[in-house]
């Protein structure tokens, strides 16, 4: 998680109490534990093939409490300090199923040459709650899907999308549309369940879906992205791939 002891304590230092509680229940929660959680996050994203817009909705008031809310945020803080060490000069933005915003708000405290910080989500309840904490004028939030990205070409420098992978209907055309709106040498960085422990899924509900490194690496050459770089996350079966537009 942290490259050193010395490093660890100065950052859990900087740290909101918000991001240093979910670092904490990480540090002191058992790994059979974690790796319950991690499952019942495969359960969650397993429900439909497609996107289950309603189960979202009525999920947003409360998206950021609970066990699920800590694992969300968990992800999102340790996304936002890959994306420190990749992209740091990052102005322009784009979170492609945003949830209720909060690794943009992570990101606009992290990025301080960002101009422009946007968010997606297909989800309309989940970008009512992302527009009413935002908190900064450089947030903008707006319901859309990751087929179909509204913006124009080579909009953006960076674009980040954290579990919400899997929910994508069409992951092929999600990363093209992600590779059209990002400039030339533009990042991407997509935190999702990425593990060979998920190949059993392939042959069920999940069996369109690249939930393996070597499926994902495929798409992203298809879209026009390099080999992709992978990060390990602190939570079991969760992996950050990073790659860049050719």
């Known amino acids: 998680m942290f490259e050193s002891p010395r490093r660890g304590l100065r950052e859990c230092s900087r740290m909101s109490p918000e991001r240093r509680a979910g670092y904490e229940h990480i540090a002191r929660t058992p790994l059979s534990r974690l790796l319950l959680e991690a499952a019942q996050m495969v359960q969650t994203c397993s429900v439909a093939t497609g996107r289950d817009v309603g189960a979202f909705d009525e999920r947003a008031a409360v998206y950021e409490s609970g066990w699920r809310g800590r694992l969300h945020h968990q992800i999102a803080d340790e996304v936002a300090d890959l994306v420190v060490q990749l992209a740091a000069d990052s102005e322009r933005v784009l979170d492609v199923g945003c949830g209720t915003g909060y690794l943009l708000r992570d990101l ?25 904490v935002a908190g900064d004028a450089r947030l903008s939030f707006a319901v859309g899907v990751a087929e179909n ?48 422990w998920l190949v059993p899924t392939l042959f069920a509900s999940r069996r369109k879906k690249a939930r393996t490194r070597a499926r994902l690496a495929a798409l992203l050459e298809e879209a026009g992205f390099t080999p992709p770089t992978w990060h390990a996350l602190s939570m079991p079966l969760i992996a950050a791939a990073a790659a860049v537009k050719s």
């Open 108 to 132: 606009a405290g992290e990025l301080p040459a960002a101009r422009v910080l946007c968010g997606i989500d297909a989800s309309p309840r989940m970008i009512e709650v992302a527009r009413s």
């Open 149 to 196: 990205l509204a913006y124009e070409d080579a909009s953006f420098d960076l674009l980040v999308s954290t579990t919400s992978f899997d929910h994508w209907r069409d992951q092929q055309r999600g990363l093209g549309e992600c590779a059209r709106v990002l400039r030339p040498r533009g990042h991407l960085v997509l935190a999702d369940l990425f593990s060979r």
